[in-house]
């Protein structure tokens, strides 16, 4: 079973842009956004993917990703709720953990989130100098609550 335990954070400062080590373009869209469950349609660089995640328990919620032609993620993205989350992101690895620096465009353009993925909930995580608050249990941060809500609006 597929789960993905994830925690995000706001970013304090522009730190992290020295020590990136990739960046991508990524559009998605939602077509659905019920907390039980959400179905995002995404194009990630040159590839689709379609996923299923389940509730958020805490940290963790169960992820299913299944890589799809990209023509195909393009006229689902034509399907999905309005507006669609537009942001780039980079990569930026501290020891052995991943970090995923979203940087927001389009209607949620200023939004600005680290996030890590975990093997467990109890991880130690060592914490960058360029992290600041932690929102990993404020919904309003979830990509497929951008959707109904715009940051933009907030």
């Known amino acids: 079973m597929a789960k993905e335990i994830e ?24 077509l659905n956004t019920q907390k039980e469950r959400t179905v995002r349609v995404r194009i990630f660089g040159e590839k689709g993917f379609l996923t299923i995640k389940g509730e958020t ?26 507006p669609l989350i537009e942001k780039e992101r980079f990569i930026v690895l501290i020891g052995k953990l991943e970090w995923e620096i979203d940087i927001f465009e389009g209607d949620n ?36 609550s951008l959707v109904k809500l715009p940051f933009k609006n907030w």
């Not at 990136?20 to 869209?29: A, D, N, P």
């Open 109 to 144: 353009e200023g939004l600005r989130i680290a996030e890590v993925e975990l093997e467990d909930e109890k991880q130690d995580v060592e914490i960058p100098d360029w992290i600041g608050e932690e929102v990993t249990f404020d919904n309003r941060y979830f990509n497929s």
């Open 7 to 30: 925690r995000k954070f706001l970013l304090e400062n522009d730190n992290w842009k020295s020590q990136f080590t990739s960046r991508t373009i990524i559009k998605q869209g939602y």
């Open 57 to 82: 328990v805490g940290m963790t919620r169960l992820e299913f990703e299944y890589e799809i032609p990209v023509q195909e993620a393009e006229e689902l993205l034509k399907l999905c709720e309005k």
